[in-house]
């Protein structure tokens, strides 16, 4: 497993912009697959993007392709999530994860940072 800290969290209006980092640290990241979950009040956690650590190819949940962007700087071992165009509907606590294959599930969780929207 790898530990992930996340930051970059915060109050923003609607329509603004933030950008979480996740900082990624113990292993080895070749085959990796890195995402991003959120979770509303009072909702599930749910899927919101995820990037392979090689190639970067990325996946995003459609509610937000198009305003979101996952990336990841391998020197720096940090992934990143760019939040533009923010809505209410996307405040949440947000959390990396990682899961050590693209076959196996995200295994290793962040301790969560809170975005919130105001309108």
């Known amino acids: 497993q790898v530990q992930l800290v996340e930051s970059g969290g915060g109050l923003v209006q609607a329509g603004g912009s933030l950008r979480l980092s996740c900082a990624v640290s113990?292993?080895?990241?070749?085959?990796?697959?890195m995402g991003w979950f959120r979770q509303g009040p009072g909702k599930e956690r749910k899927f919101v993007a995820s990037?392979?650590?090689?190639?970067?190819?990325?996946v995003y949940a459609d509610s937000v392709k198009g305003r979101f962007t996952i990336s990841r700087d391998n020197a720096k071992n940090t992934m990143y999530l760019q939040m533009n165009s923010l809505e209410p509907e996307d405040t949440a606590v947000y959390y990396c994860?990682?899961?050590?294959?693209?076959?196996?599930?995200?295994?290793?969780w962040g301790q969560g940072t809170q975005v919130t929207v105001s309108s």
């Open positions: 113990g292993r080895t990241l070749s085959t990796y697959v």
């Open positions: 990037i392979t650590w090689s190639g970067g190819s990325a």
């Open positions: 994860a990682a899961a050590r294959t693209s076959t196996l599930g995200f295994d290793s």
